[in-house]
């Protein structure tokens, strides 16, 4: 009888592990063969672009660009660029005004002054309504006349326009490659910087030490 068992155990074992392979080669089967080429691709499409540095060189850990496709690529540059504009812009306001450096003088009518206003995100629950609505169509305005690429620059986000230079005509193709990768890196590094001081405020613990 246990030799029986024994025998009947055996060929369950082997019956299960015979649909498990099963299972496994019809997976195999089915799974996109071109997947590793795709990323391949990807990888070869833009492994040189602007950015793609130590340690991490190309990273796109969510496949955004794993078709390499190079229009949806400038797109996200388009966007990362101008996100970390402004992101800087973002720090040191933050760090400007929580220096307590503030405009002379009043901000509306009514007597509030600029010294008034506190810093960090409590400043837009302190701003007067119609000083918001000139805020946002200040920033509307920039958005739609400004901060965009009219004349076709020389690379993504170079918003110029035939109009101001400050001397880059006159840098040569390493230099301005260069500079390039500076705004990039130091944009990046501001959106991770205004995100943590947003998120240290609200959490009560500020990243800036008391004088």
Known sequence: ARVTTSKKSNTNITMKLAVLASLVASAVAFAPANTV???????????????????LGFYDPLGLVADGDQAKFDRLRYVEIKHGRIAMLGVVGYLVTEAGIRLPGNIDMSGTTFADIPTGL??????PGGGLVQLFAFIGFLE?????????????????NGFI?????????????EKRAIELNQGRAAMMGILALMVHEKL???LIPSV
């Open 37 to 55: 080429s795709k990323t391949s691709t990807s990888l070869n499409a833009f492994e040189d672009e602007l950015g793609a540095q130590p340690p």
């Open 122 to 127: 409590k400043a837009v629950s302190s701003l």
């Open 144 to 160: 739609i006349f400004v901060m965009k690429d009219i004349t076709g620059g020389d690379f993504v986000g170079d918003f110029r």
């Open 165 to 177: 230079d400050y001397g880059w005509d006159k840098f040569d193709e390493d230099t301005k490659l």
């Open 204 to 206: 009560g613990v500020s």
